[in-house]
């Protein structure tokens, strides 16, 4: 039998099967399960030492596939030195079987410059736990290349086996690139049927997969699991960092899984150079338990980007926002479910659905239920106070809780000029009434230029019955607030309505007045011996905020000829203001009743 002491790379054969791929000299060889068998002739060979210490040689080409457990000595702690051996090869190309079992993980392990792949047999089966803080899988590409070395990681689990601080809950698994060009034309790495857990409330993970300036990533059917009470404690679940002057592009999100942390993703790129983070498509996930689902540390810089974001059927429960982001262009969120409420929050404090810092440009958020499950009243949709925000497209939603409005701006002056912010009538603005206002501006004297519609939309329909009797004064009906700036300088406004009244003998009186219960009377009809009045009112901007149109007032249904004047205002609809409509009576025992409703916003820039 031959000796190999003198050689001192170790290689194993990870089962007997891979014995028809090899060739071996006259040498006794014990598999992983301790089964002596022997062997034939090699040229090439590599020495290893397996479990009961014989010594055999393999040719290390005809290898596809290393048996960590093969690694493991006799003495070890744990599977931490099996993992570095196999580290330590000589190898460009490492594929590391972890078969059914729970491993002890007490230390680092690194894998430089080599393409790696770490497969086990599945969630459930192959169990990686971590006993000590030192404990991290880290893969490092040094190398400032185009091509990248790759990372593989799945069907495994990795467990937090030991007591964690908050801050301090470490990470499982970080893989970093050092190409400073565009990082992500070639794939980078694949995280597939994966589960990272913190399976008590001490042991939690600061973050589950975190990379440094990779591109061409991958995330499939990945559960990142904190069984936390506070989701503080954990920075992320994918924490995604540029720390170059580089643009890192193309991020794939697939069955993602992420609860009790801080943020599902975090972008980290607010210290690099100037760059971008491109390209993030992201379907089927849910976030359950974070403060965001997605969170940009970038708040002050316009050369620090994200652009490219396409999220669809995808479903979230933040205490903070859905998501803020600082300059971002080409966001695209379809189709999701958002329920914002306190969770595992211990301070919770709702500000925002979606929250824009810096700059929105091409901007859809699109047939999406954003429920707000808290007592707090943000708007829904926060836009950043600046003149580069464009084409904002805002359909077919759902608002529903106590948001204060579904579109805001920041509280500071300036900026809204040449803008594009659309918001359409298919939206539904919740189940109140009056339903969620669309629009809360910024300040009285600004602009709003470029809010608009890209059709008519209805700001409020009342379908409820309300009566006025006991008074001959003039007493409202219904009070319809228009939000400041919703008009334009050259919008309308259309208010429908049906009155009724129980008696057709006396005078009862129907108005409607622009700008309160003191404002410009635009319809003041007599019923006369009529029992019910069906009125149209519109009331236009004349290209000013503050100068106003109508049809003549005692004209009743709004439509034909008059012999009265039109009726002119001038109500600056920068500022909100109300819709009134009115009822008086000649005998007090009479009643007016309002039937209905309906008030529709049109703008006009």
Not at 380 to 409: E, M, T, Y
Not at 465 to 479: I, N, R, V
Not at 498 to 508: E, F, K, P
Not at 545 to 566: D, K, L, M, Y
């Amino acid at each position: 039998m031959t000796d190999f002491n003198d050689l001192a790379r170790t290689l194993i054969v990870p089962d007997r099967a891979s014995i028809a791929t090899l060739a071996i000299r006259n040498t006794r060889f014990v598999t992983a399960d301790g089964t002596p068998w022997k062997v034939g002739t090699v040229a090439g060979p590599e020495a290893i030492q397996d479990l009961s210490g014989t010594y055999f040689e393999i040719d290390v080409a005809a290898t596809s596939q290393l048996n960590l457990k093969a690694f493991f000595r006799s003495g070890d702690p744990d599977y931490t030195l099996a993992f570095q051996r196999i580290a330590a090869l000589s190898l460009t190309n490492v594929h590391v079987f972890i078969p059914a079992g729970t491993y002890d993980i007490s230390g680092l392990i690194t894998f430089q410059d080599k393409h790696v792949r770490i497969e086990g047999a599945g969630t459930g089966a192959t169990k990686l736990n971590f006993t000590a803080s030192a404990a991290k899988i880290r893969f490092f590409d040094s190398v400032n290349t185009f091509i990248p070395k790759r990372l593989h990681v799945s069907d495994l689990e990795i467990i937090k086996g030991h007591d964690t601080t908050a801050g301090n809950g470490g990470i499982a698994i970080e893989a970093q690139w050092s190409y400073t060009g565009v990082v992500g034309a070639e794939l980078h790495a694949t995280f597939e049927n994966i589960l990272i857990a913190g399976p008590a409330s001490n042991r939690f993970w600061d973050v589950g997969i975190k990379t440094i300036d990779g591109g061409g990533l991958v995330f499939n059917n990945v559960r990142i699991d904190n069984v936390s009470t506070n989701v503080m404690n954990s920075r992320a679940g994918i924490e995604i960092v540029r720390s170059a002057a580089s643009n890192i592009i193309d991020f794939y999100m697939s069955k993602v899984w992420v609860h009790v942390v801080e943020a599902g993703v975090r972008f980290t790129h607010a210290a690099a150079g100037n760059g971008t983070i491109e390209g993030w498509y992201a379907n089927l996930c849910e976030f359950v338990s974070v403060r965001y689902q997605y969170l940009d540390d970038n708040t002050v810089s316009s050369n620090h980007q994200i652009n490219g974001m396409h999220i669809s059927q995808c479903h979230a429960a933040p205490s903070k926002s859905i998501m803020q982001l600082g300059w971002v262009s080409n966001l695209y969120v379809s189709d999701c479910n958002y329920t914002c409420g306190t969770f595992n929050d211990p301070t919770p404090l709702l500000v925002a659905g979606i929250e824009i810092l810096l700059s929105a440009q091409v901007i859809g958020v699109v047939n999406n239920r954003l429920f707000n499950n808290t007592a707090d009243t943000p708007a829904c949709i926060k836009l950043p106070n600046d003149a580069s925000v464009s084409r904002v497209i805002i359909d077919d939603n759902h608002f529903d809780g106590p948001w204060s409005a579904c579109v805001a701006q920041p509280a500071t002056a300036g900026g809204w000029t040449n803008i594009e912010v659309f918001f359409t009538s298919s939206n539904q603005r919740g189940t109140s009434t009056p339903p969620i206002p669309v629009w809360i501006p910024n300040s009285v004297a600004e602009s709003r230029s470029g809010f608009g519609l890209l059709e008519g939309r209805v700001l409020a329909k009342i379908t409820t019955a309300f009566g006025h009797t006991g008074s001959t004064a003039e007493t409202s009906l219904a009070s319809i607030t228009v939000p400041a700036g919703a008009m334009g300088p050259n919008g309308s406004i259309r208010i429908t309505v049906l009155i009724s009244a129980n008696d057709g003998t006396d005078t009862r009186t129907y108005r409607l007045r622009m700008g309160g219960m003191s404002g410009t009377i635009y319809r003041a009809i007599s019923m006369g011996a009529n029992l019910t009045l069906r009125d149209q009112c519109e009331i236009t901007n004349r290209n000013s905020v503050a100068s106003q149109i109508g049809f003549a007032t005692g004209s009743g249904g709004g439509f034909g000829g008059s012999t009265a004047a039109a009726v002119t205002s001038t109500v600056n609809t920068n500022a909100s203001f109300t819709i009134e409509i009115t009822g008086e009576l000649s005998n007090a025992a009479d009643t007016i009743t309002r039937e209905y409703i309906l008030v529709e916003l049109f703008y006009g820039a």
